[in-house]
């Protein structure tokens, strides 16, 4: 995955969202916990179908090594998937992404401008992948 960048849409201008900082929104959590609130924010990026894990990733097909890398590196978990957007994209991905911690999601958002993909290793005959970001 490479050159994140904010995206801001159009629904962050209503009441349902409060602004905390740039690109940083707290909201109702859309997975029923009545009155929890998460923070969000949404980026868009490009998969890289030459990385470990992202070989038949496309704006259509968000695949699970890379994005289950940065939910789990982060502490993030995904809020909303853009379909429109990213059904029509023929490379920019659209993605939100939700926690109960601000500090993931400005965390997160030091992936601006950078690269995070996986390299595999093989252990004990079985198959890993640590994620880099560079």
Excluded: H, W
């Amino acid at each position: 995955m490479k050159n994140f960048e904010n995206y801001t849409p159009e629904k962050y201008m209503t009441l349902d969202f409060q602004k905390i900082e740039d690109g940083i929104y707290k909201t109702k959590s859309p997975y029923g916990s009545k009155g929890e609130n998460i923070f969000v924010t949404s980026l868009t990026f490009e998969m890289e179908p030459d990385c470990y894990g992202e070989e038949d990733a496309s704006p259509r097909n968000l695949t699970q090594v890379p994005i289950e890398g940065i939910l789990d590196k982060f502490g993030l978990f995904v809020t909303d998937f853009y379909e429109q957007l990213n059904e029509t994209s023929e490379t920019i991905c659209y993605q939100e992404f939700g926690s109960l911690a601000l500090e993931n999601i400005q965390k997160l958002r030091t992936l601006i401008g950078k690269r995070f993909y996986a390299v595999p290793y093989i252990e004990d005959g079985e198959e890993y992948y640590d994620m880099v970001i560079e």
